[in-house]
């Protein structure tokens, strides 16, 4: 998987194909944090995309720790759902 610095340089096409990909795998639905309003909008990836409006509130486990892209864009944080993207994802383009 490419680090995030090459995902920022990526031509946007490639950049969704890729972004696509790493939705795919991540296991946000399968949190128990995770609620029925966020399944309903296809929310997810939300250390890439950000928080989400207003479908999470209630802030249980987070299983981010062992997601494989968390693994793989050396990612620290945690609950991206109620706090808000990886910082270093700052100057993500869509
Ligand atoms: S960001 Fe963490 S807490 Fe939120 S739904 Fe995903 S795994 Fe769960
Ligand atoms: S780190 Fe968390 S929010 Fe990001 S893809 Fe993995 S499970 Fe989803």
Do not use: Q, W
């Amino acid at each position: 998987m490419p680090s995030l610095e090459e995902l920022n340089r990526m031509k946007p096409e490639k950049r969704r194909a890729e972004y696509a990909a790493m939705r795919a795998r991540c296991p946000c639905p399968t949190c128990p944090t995770y609620t029925e309003c966020a399944k309903e909008r296809e929310e997810k990836m939300f250390c890439i995309y950000g928080m989400t409006p207003d479908c999470i509130v209630r802030e249980l486990k987070c299983i981010c720790k062992k997601c494989p892209v968390h693994a793989e864009l050396g990612f620290r944080g945690m609950r991206y759902c109620t706090r808000g993207a990886e910082k270093r994802t700052a100057s993500r383009r869509f």
